[in-house]
């Protein structure tokens, strides 16, 4: 069983910056991809991006590159979510997930593992 726990989230003003942060209860990150996912108020969950076990492969939704950027740190079992230029449309719940030996978008995008979330919301 892998715990993941997020951190970082909170209130911030359009055009800002965040970091959210997710780390692993235990050594588990150099076999797993990890992704970010997010659900707004009234909507599913939904994937946003990730990277792969292996830190060669990220992936992010159209909405999102060129203003998130994710990346992970094996030593810390940590993977981060560096979110910029926010807009009022990426308030929600955050979501970091992990998913054995994922490479492909298409693994990313089934995690075996969830976090308990992190709030996310943008004033404008």
């Known amino acids: 069983q892998v715990h993941l726990v997020e951190s970082g989230g909170g209130l911030v003003q359009a055009g800002g910056s965040l970091r959210l942060s997710c780390v692993a209860s235990?050594?588990?990150?150099?076999?797993?991809?990890m992704a970010w996912f997010r659900q707004a108020p009234g909507q599913e969950r939904h994937f946003l991006g990730g990277i792969s076990w292996n830190g060669e492969k990220s992936y992010y939704i159209d909405s999102v590159k060129g203003r998130f950027t994710i990346a992970r740190d094996n030593v810390k079992n940590a993977v981060y979510l560096q979110m910029n230029s926010l807009k009022s449309e990426d308030t929600a719940v955050y979501y970091c997930a992990a998913r054995a030996v994922g490479y492909s978008e298409a693994t990313l995008r089934q995690p075996d593992y969830w976090g308990q979330g992190t709030q996310v919301t943008v004033s404008s």
């Open positions: 235990e050594h588990t990150s150099p076999d797993y991809g």
